[in-house]
């Protein structure tokens, strides 16, 4: 690992960053430029005692991968910074074609602005990556790994995962994450999206049957309701926004007007302490 590097590295690009650009109030006045130290390790999910000590070459291990995908966000990275980044702590640089987890600067920017309503930023696959504070009140953290982390995959062998919308819309989301997911894996190519429609195919009757249709229809405007056990019954004008790659999508759910939707999130915000 070349600490003085990355010591320098990682100063220069938290310099270069303002409160605003990461989703943060304004502070007044500041002595010094860009972000506190202490800002991006609470937007890393660090300690500020171990993120001084990579700044201070102080660290007495090599960052793991988990913490440079976690500085990677904090810090705004783009891609080619992100690559810089793993080059100096000694990792293999992730493939480009293959690692969906690095979030673009572009998307992150636009979910740090949406703090009323739910959004999160998802892989094509599925896979949610970053959430803001109302998306995991309504939705959940992400959980699993491989094709578990899909929403799809988890959508056809999980019935948990059903729990929360209403029977009647069970159909019309079966056949549009099938339709979603045919589009993604025959655009992407790749191991990850072969991987997750094999094991469906083998796994699930129900998903098969819808795969043989063929249908086809990437995901940019749905109607979509969700019965949270809190709250009751919430209903959104989704909006999916995708990035330049078209790998990752910023998923923006706006309460339907006419509904008691806003002031059901709301009371959710309250409970969860999820107020922007």
């Known amino acids: 690992m070349e600490a003085r590097l990355l ?10 960053l303002t409160p605003g650009e990461v989703g943060l109030p304004g502070a007044g006045r500041r002595r010094t430029p860009g972000l506190r130290r202490e800002e991006v390790a609470a937007l890393a999910g660090m300690s500020t005692d171990y993120y001084t000590r990579l700044e201070q070459q102080r660290a007495t291990a090599v960052p793991s ?6 500085l990677t966000r904090a810090l705004r990275l783009s891609r080619d910074e992100r690559d810089h980044l793993y080059r100096l702590t000694g990792h293999r ?17 636009a979910l ?17 990556l970053v959430q803001n504070a109302l998306a995991r009140a309504v939705f959940g953290p992400p959980t699993g790994d491989g094709p578990e982390a899909s929403f799809v995959y988890r959508w056809f062998r999980d019935p948990a995962a059903r729990d929360g919308y209403p029977v009647e819309d069970h159909a019309a989301q079966s056949r549009a994450l099938v339709a979603d997911l045919r589009a993604a894996a025959t655009r992407r190519r790749d191991a990850p999206a072969e991987a997750l429609v094999a ?16 249908d086809v229809a990437v995901l940019r405007h749905r ?13 959104f004008d989704c909006q999916f ?27 959710l ?8």
């Not at 991968?65 to 976690?70: D, G, P, Q």
């Not at 640089?93 to 920017?109: F, G, I, K, Y």
């Not at 109607?223 to 209903?235: A, F, N, Q, T, W």
Request: aromatic share 4%.
């Open 65 to 70: 991968e988990a913490v440079l995908r976690a």
């Open 199 to 214: 094991r469906l195919l083998a796994e699930s009757a129900e998903f098969a049957a819808l795969w043989k249709l063929h």
């Open 112 to 128: 740090d602005a949406l703090t009323d309503i739910p959004a999160q930023v998802m892989t094509d696959l599925g896979a949610t």
């Open 223 to 235: 109607y979509k309701r969700i019965r949270h056990p809190e709250v009751g019954l919430l209903e």
């Open 93 to 109: 640089v992730p493939e480009r074609h293959t690692d969906d987890r690095h979030v673009a600067p572009a998307l992150l920017s």
């Open 269 to 276: 915000a309250l409970a969860h302490d999820a107020v922007g």
């Open 7 to 16: 010591a320098e590295f990682l100063k220069v690009r938290r310099d270069a």
């Open 241 to 267: 926004l995708l990035d330049e790659e078209r790998a990752q999508l910023l998923a923006i759910f706006s309460p339907l007007p006419g509904t008691p939707t806003a002031e059901r999130l709301t009371l």
